[in-house]
């Protein structure tokens, strides 16, 4: 089996990076008429629900992450877009048990980033949606390497 380090995490990020942007650029040329961008707005409002009571709720971010990025996957039209982010996620939480210690913290800046993605995606705005977009995974790609890191030190 392969050694989940470092590289292994960058290897994924970076197909889940080509997969999401290839999907953000099919969603931002989506009709007007398409129920994503209705679905869009309700889920840009329950990630607002969900940040102004994150205090005693921050474990149920995970619901909504799923559905954000399973929004923006749908815009390519491709099922194996959708089964790969599944297989990436997969691979992360069989190989590596996430440190929770700062899982609020992390949630908390999740959930700001996708509302920034959201509002850009809804707003029709090309180049502020892939910032956003740029940004958000790199937040979790130094979150995972972080985590990363410390479980490696705390096993040696």
Known sequence: MKQFDQAYAEQLFEL???LETHSLQHFLNLPDDDPRWLQAKTLLER???LRDSIGSSFRM???LDREFHALLLSAADNIFFNQSLEIISVIFHFHYQWDESDLKQRNIIAIDEHMTIL???ICRSDLDATLALCNHLNSAKQSMIRSINQSHSAAH
């Open 47 to 49: 990630h607002r629900i």
């Open 61 to 63: 971010f995970s619901q």
């Open 16 to 18: 889940r990076e080509m």
């Open 119 to 121: 509002s850009a995606l």
